[in-house]
């Protein structure tokens, strides 16, 4: 079915927890406000309503945004000319470029 366990989580925090604790679980959905389910598969389709949270073994918070490291990759193209000296400085700039972006907010 793709669920990782029959359960729904109230917060964010909660499915985070619960999906770590769960050696099935590779991610979460939220489905409405308040409402949170594990998943099993990866496969990820467009709902607007919906947030999918993928695990991941490295991340990076800025900005009340979750920022997934990829060690070993480079983006093909930069936006701008700035280089910027800081990982904390690129994202802030990013957000502000780019609000509206697919990043995975933080309820």
Known sequence: SGAADKKT???VNK???ACVAN???VG???TAANKFSLNTK???TEKTSNIAYVKHSSYVLVNNRIW???SGYKLSKQYGSTTYTTDSKAMT?????FPYSALIPLL
């Open 9 to 11: 989580y109230t917060t």
């Open 15 to 17: 499915a985070g927890d």
């Open 23 to 25: 050696s099935k679980c």
């Open 28 to 30: 979460f959905t939220r």
């Open 42 to 44: 990866t496969t990820l």
């Open 68 to 70: 997934p490291k990829f």
């Open 93 to 97: 700039a990013c957000v502000m470029a």
